[in-house]
C-alpha cells in the first residue's frame, strides 16, 4: 500500500510539475496536504485519468482493499456456541487465505462466560460470509459487510445449535448442509 502511494505521488507531482498542486484560493498547498485542505484543481483531472474515482487522492486513500482471510484476520461468530470474536491462525486450503465455505483453524479472542467454548481455545472454523467479493455461477457477485464464521468440530459438524444472519447458498457444494439447515436466511 505505502509503495503504491509513494508511486501514486510521484506520477501526480510529474505530472503537475513540481511538488505543490495548485489551488482556487491562491494559495500552493503541498500534495500530501501539508496544509490541512486537500484543494486538488488540476490533479484531479489526472487522477481521473489514471482509472481513479473523481474527488481526487483522499478518495483513493479512504477505499478499504477486500481480501482474503488470511493469518490475523479478526472474525465475528455467528451462532450461539459462546464465542464472540475469532482470530484466523491457519487457511486449511489455499496459498493466499481463506474464502467462502473454507474451514480455517482460529483462536477465540471474546467468549461469553458460560458458553460451550471458552477465550484462548483452539477451534476449527467455517467461513460463511466474507467481506471479499465472488462470482457465482449466473454471472452476479455476492459480498459481505463483515468476515463471519461458524465454529465446527474435526468432523466439521457446528458447535452451535443456531445460525444468526444470512449465509451464502454456495456451502452447499461444499457439503455443509448442515450449517444451511440451522441458518434462518439463506441468501
Same mark, same amino acid.
Given at each position: 500500500?505505502?509503495?503504491s502511494?509513494?508511486?501514486?505521488?510521484?506520477? $501526480?507531482?510529474?505530472?503537475?510539475? !513540481?511538488?505543490?498542486?495548485? &489551488?482556487?484560493?491562491?494559495?500552493?498547498?503541498?500534495?500530501?496536504?501539508?496544509?490541512?485542505?486537500?484543494?486538488?484543481?488540476? &490533479?484531479? #483531472?489526472?487522477?481521473?485519468?489514471?482509472?481513479?474515482?473523481?474527488?481526487?487522492? +483522499?478518495?483513493?486513500?479512504?477505499?478499504?482493499? =477486500?481480501?482474503?482471510i488470511?493469518?490475523?484476520?479478526?472474525?465475528?461468530?455467528?451462532?450461539?456456541?459462546g464465542?464472540?470474536?475469532?482470530?484466523?491462525?491457519?487457511?486449511l486450503?489455499?496459498?493466499?487465505?481463506?474464502?467462502?465455505?473454507?474451514?480455517?483453524?482460529a483462536?477465540?479472542? *471474546?467468549? +461469553?462466560?458460560?458458553?460451550?467454548?471458552?477465550?484462548? *481455545? $483452539?477451534?476449527?472454523? %467455517?467461513?460463511v460470509?466474507?467481506?471479499?467479493q465472488?462470482?457465482?455461477?449466473d454471472?452476479?457477485? #455476492?459480498?459481505?459487510?463483515?468476515n463471519?464464521v %461458524?465454529?465446527?468440530?474435526?468432523?466439521? *459438524?457446528? #458447535? !452451535?445449535?443456531? $445460525?444468526?444472519?444470512?449465509?451464502? +447458498? *454456495?456451502?452447499? =457444494?461444499?457439503?455443509? %448442509?448442515?450449517?444451511?439447515?440451522?441458518?434462518?436466511? %439463506?441468501?
Amino acid at each position: 500500500m505505502a509503495s503504491s502511494l509513494m508511486k501514486l505521488t510521484r506520477s $501526480v507531482r510529474s505530472a503537475l510539475g !513540481g511538488f505543490k498542486a495548485p &489551488s482556487t484560493d491562491g494559495l500552493s498547498l503541498g500534495l500530501m496536504g501539508h496544509y490541512g485542505n486537500h484543494l486538488w484543481g488540476s &490533479s484531479t #483531472i489526472f487522477l481521473e485519468s489514471m482509472g481513479f474515482p473523481i474527488g481526487g487522492l +483522499h478518495q483513493v486513500l479512504s477505499q478499504q482493499q =477486500r481480501t482474503f482471510i488470511q493469518m490475523r484476520t479478526s472474525l465475528k461468530v455467528v451462532d450461539n456456541s459462546g464465542a464472540k470474536r475469532v482470530m484466523c491462525i491457519q487457511a486449511l486450503k489455499g496459498r493466499k487465505g481463506a474464502r467462502l465455505g473454507d474451514t480455517i483453524i482460529a483462536s477465540v479472542k *471474546e467468549a +461469553h462466560p458460560r458458553g460451550k467454548v471458552k477465550k484462548g *481455545e $483452539v477451534v476449527y472454523c %467455517v467461513v460463511v460470509r466474507a467481506a471479499m467479493q465472488r462470482q457465482r455461477c449466473d454471472g452476479s457477485e #455476492i459480498k459481505f459487510d463483515d468476515n463471519a464464521v %461458524v465454529l465446527v468440530n474435526k468432523q466439521g *459438524e457446528p #458447535i !452451535g445449535t443456531r $445460525v444468526f444472519g444470512p449465509v451464502p +447458498h *454456495e456451502l452447499r =457444494r461444499k457439503k455443509l %448442509v448442515k450449517i444451511l439447515t440451522l441458518a434462518k436466511h %439463506v441468501a
